[in-house]
Every structure is written in C-alpha cells, then in structure tokens.
C-alpha cells in the first residue's frame, strides 16, 4: 500500500524590513520561531536567522555568490518554494525590506498560486521609508511637498529605463529610487530633462539603517559625481527632492560614536544578546563569534557535583545545606538550576541560603529564576564576591550573637573544625570546569567550607565550524575595529582559535582590545595584549559604552 503524500504546507513571504534587525515585525519573529525552512535573501541581516529553530534548514536564495551558497534565479527560488511546500513542510521566505515593493514577492506567489499551494504575506518595513528616515529626510513635510513617488532605477532585462513616466515622478515633490547607483547619472539626467530643477537637493544612502550606513548629499546634476567620488556602491537608496536639505539638522543615526565600527565578541548570541544589543544601540556592528559549546559535566565531574545537590537537601545544623551560594556568571545560574529541575527541585532546596552574584548580568540571570541576589558587590569578580560575603559573614557574627557556635546538645553539625572568621560557615559555589580557585582558597583560609563544583564544561569549536565563519573573515579581512573579551578563559580560547586559523597577527593588531573586568585584563597583558578600554564595573552594557567614549576620543573616523 503506497504511503499517502503529506498535505502542503504553507509559505509565508515575511518581510525582513531594511537592515536593522529590530525592524523586523513580531509577526515575522513569531512564523521564524516555528518554521521548518527559510529561505533567505542576501541582504536579509544574519542575526534574523538565528530567531529559527535549531532544526530549521537554511536555504539561500541570494542573486549573487557568497560564502552561504551560490546564486540562485528567481525561477529556482521559486521551485525550491513550491517544492518544500509540497513536502509538507512550514516555509518562510524571508525577503529584504517589504515583499511586495519592488521584492518580486508577486512572481513568487503567482508560482506558489499555480502550484495550489497557500501563501500568506507578512509586509515588512521597506527600505523607502525607513532608510531615508533613518538618514533624517522625511519623505514629506508640510511646508515642502505632500507629494512622494517611488521608483526602480534598475528595470527587467530588455525594459529600458525610458518606460518609466519620468513626467509623472518630475512632479512628485519626493522621488525614491531603488537599485539605481549605477544608474544614477542616467535617473537624474532623465529627472531633469522632464523638468525637475537640475539644483534639487539629492541624497545617496548606501547601507542606510545598518552600522555602515552612510549619506552623501549634493544637487541632482551632480549626484551621481559625488557617489563616484565616494565610492559608493550598491546597495543605496536615491531620495531626491528639497526634503533631503533637512538631513543637516535631523540626521540621527550617523553621529552614533560606533558607527561604521565591527565589534568582535567572542560569545553566542544567548549570552552576548545584552552586549551586542548595546553595540547596535550605539551605531555599532556586533559580529557574533562562539568560541566554545556549553555542555554538561563530563562523567567524571558529576560525583561532586551529584554530593552537594544531595547536600542541599539536608538542613544547616544536621550536616545538609548551605549558608551561601556563589554565582559568577549567567551560565552558572542556568546549568545549576537546570540540574536542580532534573532532580525535580526547584529554588525551595535553597531553603535559608543566602545568594551571592558576580556582576549584574548573573545578578539578572538570576532574578529570571525568581530569585533576587543578596549581594552582588562592586567588585565584579570572584575574590570580590568572596570579600563581600566573608564582610557580610564578619557583620552577621558580633559578639554576642551566638552565631557559628556548635549545637551544645552533645551533636556534631558535620562542620570542620576550622578557625577564622567564617568558620563553620558552607559554601556551594557551581561553576565552568578548570574555574579559577582564589575565591575557593580566600574563603577556606577564613574557616569556611567550601564546594566548588563543576556544573558545565567550554568545549571549544573548530575552525571548521560555520558559526566562526564571520568572525573569522573579518579577521583575516582586517574589518574588526574592537575585540570584547568577558572572561581569562575566552582570551585562551580566541588566541588558540587565531593561531589554528592563521590570523592570531589580526588579533594582536586589533586597535581596540576592551575587557569586561580586572582578572580578564590580566590575562590579556600575560599574553602581551594591551587593554584600551575597561568599564568601571564588570557590565555589558556598561562595556559597550566606555568603548563608545574611547572610540570617540581616539579612533579616527569610520573608514567607507
């Protein structure tokens, strides 16, 4: 019996909006989220990808080569639609800007249409309206037209520019033109011969709404000079009428102080998502580079850690429990609880625990835990934590109080016989596999006793790995402006990854090396790195901003 074909799916054409991934609609995140297969163009922002599952395959379907794959021709995007659709399966086509303004989104459901297949359209922000708006040229103004007309400056092959009604965009007060930087001496001397005043203020937005943004401005006659001039190539946004003359005192976008600058950050977008946020905010382009996997504890590290879960389930006083649990990263905070939800435990096994954080963003990963943070000292490394609760250990024992003093009914609360300022006090402290030890060593030289445990392990990528291709190309290419360093380990890790690559001389030669903290600069200055930037407390976005003051006080300008 011959199994019976799935029922079609149904392609959704999303549209990507211009270059700013957070232009994209909530709509298209949400269809990203659940869709089986994308099918991208070349211009779509690569972080937009990373909203699709794990299991998601991704088909490029850009019009020229690049290192995702080959060129395709609208008729082969178009059959790769209708054959995934017929497989069954959830399509998102996810198209630059809206998919119906000059996206050829008609062609590709004229074929979907014909191949009784369902398709729904998800417009998306286009590149007519948000680039100019983003380079400060309002497309109307009350005072200067109520009029805007847009147009291609590039036609199908064997259609000649001449078909298109200059007349009718003469008269429109706004003229924009998509496609049209190598033609854009032809659309003017067309715009002009059918009456426009050759002086009208034009504009050229080359990557307009993306960090390499850039507008160059002069009248009509002589635009097409200027982007020559400047070497500006596709892809850019011609806007031709008197509002473009407003860029001047509207413009917004163009004085971030990381415009036009690349900042390598060595981490996956999970856990970078704050820091690279910041860096877009500020003009910046984050370029996404994980160099190592979390994973669980290997087979041989799971008996500690297995002993001190099982601890927790006694009581301070009766040999169980602890009196604080330390935290220094996010990645603590996750695979710790996610071992206590394997247990079948939640944040009530900490019982009196008190909870101690390294840094704002662990103090953050834990409040998303429904848990808030006892301390989370200005110091923001280990040792810091470690001072801050054996300061708080010290307040909670004045004299007088009792407090630390064996049980005097003859038991034994299973504490060492330790001295010091913390003795008897226990400590949990979950961490990556080959931690740093001198918190460990400064609270048991107090008395206290302590359980490192190791709850994941880095395992470093390849080269060979696709996530590190970016990364790795703009190294070799020279383009990365600033490298963010957020831990002594990473420093290992990237310069191991560099000299693997052949492009360690590109990271020395960085203009820029920034680190998140004190022990992350001391390991850079080991390996004979000099540190231009360091926050003055241990935050992303606290990171991100000294390197916009630094970039502003010492780089020269953004190269084109």
């Known amino acids: 019996m011959t199994a019976a074909s799935p029922a079609p799916g149904t392609v959704y054409l999303v549209g990507a909006g211009p270059g700013d991934p957070g232009l994209l609609t909530r709509r298209g995140a949400a269809l990203l989220a659940r869709a089986e297969v994308v099918v991208y163009d070349g211009l779509v922002e690569p972080s937009l990808l990373d909203l699709a599952g794990p299991e998601c395959e991704l088909i490029y379907a850009g019009k ?233 504890p290997a087979a041989e590290q799971r008996a500690e850690l297995d002993r001190a879960l099982a601890r927790l389930r006694g009581r301070p006083g009766q040999g169980g429990g602890y009196d604080w649990l330390l935290l220094a990263s996010a990645n603590a905070v996750q695979r710790f609880f996610d071992e206590l939800d394997e247990l079948g435990l939640d944040a009530r096994a900490l019982g009196g625990c008190r909870i101690a954080c390294v840094g704002r963003a662990t103090a953050r990963a834990l409040a998303a835990r429904g848990l808030r943070a006892d301390l989370v000292p200005t110091r923001g490394d280990a040792v810091g934590v470690a001072e801050a609760v054996l300061a708080a250990a010290a307040t909670a024992r004045a004299p007088g109080d009792g407090a630390g003093d064996k049980p005097d009914d003859g038991t034994d609360d299973g504490a060492d016989d330790r001295s010091g300022p913390a003795a008897g006090m226990r400590v949990l402290i979950p961490r990556a596999a080959g931690g740093r030890d001198e918190a460990v060593e400064r609270l048991r030289a107090a008395g206290a006793e302590v359980d490192a445990v190791t709850v994941y392990r880095s395992d470093a990528l390849g080269v060979e790995e696709a996530a590190l291709a970016p990364g790795l190309a703009a190294l070799r290419a020279g383009s990365v402006h600033v490298i963010a360093l957020f831990a002594p380990s990473q420093v290992e890790a990237l310069l191991a990854l560099a000299a693997a690559a052949g492009c360690e001389p590109a990271v020395r030669a960085c203009p820029v090396i920034a680190a998140i903290g004190a022990t992350t600069r001391t390991a850079l200055e080991r390996r004979g790195i000099d540190v231009q930037v360091l926050p003055d407390e241990p935050d992303a976005t606290r990171l991100a901003e000294a390197i916009a003051t630094h970039v502003s006080e010492h780089a020269p300008p953004p190269r084109p």
């Open 64 to 296: 020229k080569r690049a290192p995702a794959g080959e060129p395709l021709s609208q008729e082969q995007i178009n059959a790769i639609l209708v054959e995934q659709a017929l497989a069954g399966r959830c399509v998102v086509r996810l198209k630059g800007g809206d998919p119906f303004v000059f996206g050829r989104g008609a062609e590709e459901c004229r074929a979907l249409r014909e191949a009784g297949i369902d398709f729904e359209i998800v417009p998306g922000v286009t590149a007519a309206t948000a680039v100019p708006a983003y380079a400060g040229i309002p497309l109307t103004a009350r005072d200067l037209t109520s009029t805007v007309a847009f147009a291609t400056g590039h036609e199908a092959a064997g259609k000649p520019l001449s078909s298109i009604d200059w007349e009718a965009l003469a008269r429109a007060g706004t003229v924009v033109l998509f496609m049209a930087v190598r033609t854009a001496g032809v659309c003017a001397r067309e715009l002009i011969a059918a009456g426009k005043d050759p002086r009208t203020p034009a504009a050229a937005i080359y990557r307009g709404t993306t960090s390499r943004q850039r507008t160059v401005v002069a009248p009509l006659e002589e635009l097409a000079a200027t982007m020559d001039a400047a070497g500006l190539k596709p892809p850019a946004l011609l806007v031709v009428g008197r509002v473009v003359d407003m860029a001047s005192s509207l413009g917004w976008y163009e004085r971030r102080p990381l415009l036009g600058k690349r900042v390598l950050v060595p981490r996956a977008r999970e856990q970078a998502q704050g820091f690279a946020d910041a860096v877009q905010a500020l003009g910046g382009e984050p370029v996404l580079m994980p160099l190592t996997r979390i994973a669980a």
